[in-house]
């Protein structure tokens, strides 16, 4: 008996992309059933698209701001309010504060593992986040 592959419907990011063919299908597809990586780390990592390009396009599909952090200057005071193994694990940078709300860069915003860093960050700090 053949198996059957998942019926995999394409929508947000994925869907533009390949509807801007900047991305086969295929591709779209293989990276939305890996398991390991969000979309966008697959996508990155595997070398289907320049990862500035795609951060550029996510931002504007998302609707929020893109920051280049090669030119942030961090505050160490706010990094140090978490370890930084949790910074690296959750993949997200805090940018600056703002009273007591904490702007967060995070790596990849269709993921559900960096918005749930969010929450984490927010319980950890007791600082708002954006």
Same mark, same amino acid.
């Given at each position: 008996?053949?198996?059957?592959?998942? #019926?995999?419907?394409?929508?947000?990011?994925?869907? %533009?992309? @390949?509807?801007?063919?900047? !991305?086969? $299908?295929?591709? /779209?597809?293989?990276?939305?059933?890996?398991?390991? +990586?969000?979309? +966008?780390? &697959?996508? @990155?990592?595997? %070398?289907?698209?320049?990862?500035?390009?795609?951060?550029?396009?996510?931002? #504007?599909?998302?609707?929020?701001?893109?920051?280049?952090? %090669?030119? @942030?200057?961090?505050?160490?005071?706010? @990094? #140090?309010? !978490?370890? #930084?193994?949790?910074?690296?694990? &959750?993949? /997200?940078?805090? =940018?600056?504060?703002?009273?007591? %709300?904490?702007? +967060?860069?995070?790596?990849?915003?269709?993921?559900? =593992?960096?918005?749930?860093?969010?929450?984490?960050?927010?319980?950890? $700090?007791?600082?708002? $986040?954006?």
């Amino acid at each position: 008996m053949a198996t059957k592959t998942p #019926q995999i419907i394409l929508s947000g990011l994925p869907l %533009r992309l @390949v509807k801007e063919n900047l !991305l086969p $299908t295929e591709i /779209a597809e293989e990276a939305l059933l890996n398991k390991k +990586v969000s979309f +966008v780390s &697959y996508i @990155v990592q595997n %070398r289907h698209m320049d990862g500035d390009k795609l951060a550029l396009i996510a931002a #504007q599909e998302f609707g929020i701001p893109l920051i280049d952090i %090669r030119s @942030v200057k961090l505050d160490p005071e706010l @990094v #140090q309010k !978490l370890e #930084q193994s949790f910074w690296e694990q &959750y993949k /997200a940078i805090p =940018i600056f504060s703002r009273g007591n %709300r904490i702007f +967060v860069a995070i790596s990849d915003p269709s993921s559900k =593992i960096d918005r749930d860093a969010l929450d984490l960050i927010k319980f950890k $700090t007791g600082m708002h $986040t954006d």
